[in-house]
Each structure stands twice: as C-alpha cells, then as structure tokens.
C-alpha cells in the first residue's frame, strides 16, 4: 500500500503554478504519444485523505475556551460571530473596518486540502475553504517598507471562558514574514467541507499556514496589522525558546522537550501513529525558497 501521507494535494486543489505546469507539461507528453488526456492523478499522487469532519471539529485546540481537546466543541457555540468586523491598520493604503460579509462578497472563495501540524505531534488533513490571505491585503494595499502582518483573536470573556485564566495573555496575537503572508499557499479560512467554518475551528475567518506549526493559525480574527517590526505572538511570550517567530515544520529541529520527528494522524488507527514528519509539512518545493540561507535551527 502507497503511503498516503506521502502524496500530495489533489486534483480538488488549487495546484500550485509550478505542478499546474508540470501537469500540463505531463499531458502534452501523454497526447503526443497518443494517450490522450487521461484522468487521474500525476505521478505517485494519490491525493490527501482527509479527516472526517467528526474529527475536525471534535477534537481544537482554542484556549480561549479551555484548554482540554474537548472544551472549544463544547463552549466555543458561544461566541458571537455576526457581525464581525477586522480591523486591518498599519501600513496600508486603505485603513479600515472591514465587515466580514464585506470582506466575502470581494474574495474568490476555493478549497484547499491541506496537512495540518500540530506542535504536539497529532496531526490531520483538512479540506478548507477559504481565501488568498494575499488577494485581502492587496485589496487594502501594503505600503513600502512593511515587513510583517500581525494578527489577534477576538477578546470578549463573557463568551470565553477559558480566558479567565492566565494560561496565555490573551488576546492571542500571531504574526508572518510579509513575503509568508502573501504566499499562495497562505489562506484564510472560512469553511470546512464547504460549510461555514465552525466556531471551535475559528469562525468566521482563521489564519491557515499550512508549512508551519498549527498555533500559527490563529482563529477568529479581528485585527490585522502591517508593521517594519517583528510582532509579538502568544506562544512566544509564554515561552520564546520552545515556540520561535518562524515555527517552521522541521523534523530536524525538536521541540526542547519532545522530538518533531514523526507524527500521529488523529483517525488514522494503528498505521498513522508513527508517521514521518515531512519539512516544511510537505510543501518544501512551495516555501524553501522563502528561508534560503537561514539557519533554521536558529530561526526555529
Ligand atoms: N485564537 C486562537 N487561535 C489558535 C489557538 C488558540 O488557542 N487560540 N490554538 C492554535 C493551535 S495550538 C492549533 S493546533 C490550531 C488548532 O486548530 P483546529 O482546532 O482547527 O484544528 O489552532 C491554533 N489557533
Ligand atoms: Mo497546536
């Protein structure tokens, strides 16, 4: 049996330029050899099995609810999520508040399948649907001389119990390099399964960056910032040596207390529990380009 988790994204995806070509390059050659256009997946790729949706939403990490796998499912159907606005400020050229229905009506709404990393080892794939983080801040327009995006979760405690405690300082923030922001595989997030996203999976609209560690991610967005200096994040104040700016999936560079090198596919039974971990979660040909000449070990 092939090892799924070693295929890639399928034919269901937005390809990436570079396999779009391929693919094209593949079937030209297919055709003038006289095999026409068969259908079906390029090379080994067999495609991505993704997690049932069961699965995906029963099983969170969004502290500001608990911080037990179960407690986001269980209160995270408090919090309000209509109207929404993002705030989106700092270096563009068109400050504002913007509505999330605004916001939906002006993107191009696609599915992606993506492998999801967590720090902790578990790991899943989910088909998302979502938005170019890159097409909403070209629709707001980045100054020159902005080098980061930052990020922040709603902060309304009434409906979030868990930010009662300390446990984070709250609210979350989260930040990207502006070239990682702008990637084509950086997404917003505002379905699973072509539904709305659910609340505990960071409705209405949560970061999704597939190549690094799932608290990249962060749910229920209500401010985006262009900034020239390194923001802060949630993880890295807690802890800035076991959780650095970057976060990169590396199974090369562990965690200081557990190794990074293999994984657990939630769902996957007995055969996915010691999964190799892939760098840069399986899209190296899409983003090493991007940390050329860093050491990563450094800039974990
Ligand atoms: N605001 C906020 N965003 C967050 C978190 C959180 O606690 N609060 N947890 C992060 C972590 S650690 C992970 S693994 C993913 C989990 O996303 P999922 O529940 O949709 O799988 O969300 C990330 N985004
Ligand atoms: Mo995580």
């Known amino acids: 049996m092939a090892y799924r988790w070693e295929s890639d994204l399928t034919d269901d995806d937005v390809t990436p330029l570079s396999s779009f070509i391929n693919r094209r390059q593949i079937m030209a050659g297919m055709a003038g050899m006289g095999l026409g256009a068969i259908a079906g997946p390029v090379g080994a790729a067999a495609g991505l099995d993704p997690n049932t949706w069961e699965e995906i939403t029963s099983y969170n990490n969004f502290y500001e609810f608990g911080t037990s796998k179960q407690d986001p499912a269980k209160y995270a159907h408090q919090m309000t999520t209509s109207p929404w606005k993002v705030t989106i400020d700092g270096m563009v050229d068109r400050p504002g508040e913007y509505s999330f229905s605004d916001i939906m009506s002006k993107m191009k709404i696609e599915k ?19 938005f170019e983080l890159a097409d909403l801040l070209n629709m707001v327009g980045v100054k020159s001389g902005a080098k980061y995006v930052s990020f922040e979760t709603l902060l309304r405690p009434s409906e979030m119990p868990g930010t009662r405690y300390n446990v984070l300082a709250w609210p979350y923030v989260e930040g990207l390099r502006l070239d990682e922001a702008m990637n084509p595989l950086t997404i917003m997030a505002t379905g699973i399964y072509n539904k709305p996203i659910p609340n505990q999976n960071g409705a209405p609209l949560r970061l999704v960056v597939p190549w690094k560690y799932g608290y990249k991610s962060i749910k229920s967005i209500v401010k985006i910032t262009l900034t020239d200096i390194q923001p802060p994040t949630s993880w890295g104040r807690y ?50 380009a991007m940390y050329k000449g860093m050491d990563l070990g450094k800039y974990h």
């Open 239 to 288: 802890s800035t040596n076991e959780y650095g700016f970057y976060s990169n999936v590396n199974p090369e560079v562990n965690h200081p207390r557990w190794s990074q090198a293999s994984e657990k596919r939630i769902g996957g039974g007995l055969l996915a529990r010691k999964m190799p971990t892939l760098m840069f979660n399986g899209y190296e040909k899409e983003v090493a």
């Open 112 to 130: 992606r399948i993506y492998r999801f990393r967590c720090v902790e080892t578990w790991s899943m794939v989910v088909p998302w649907n979502g």
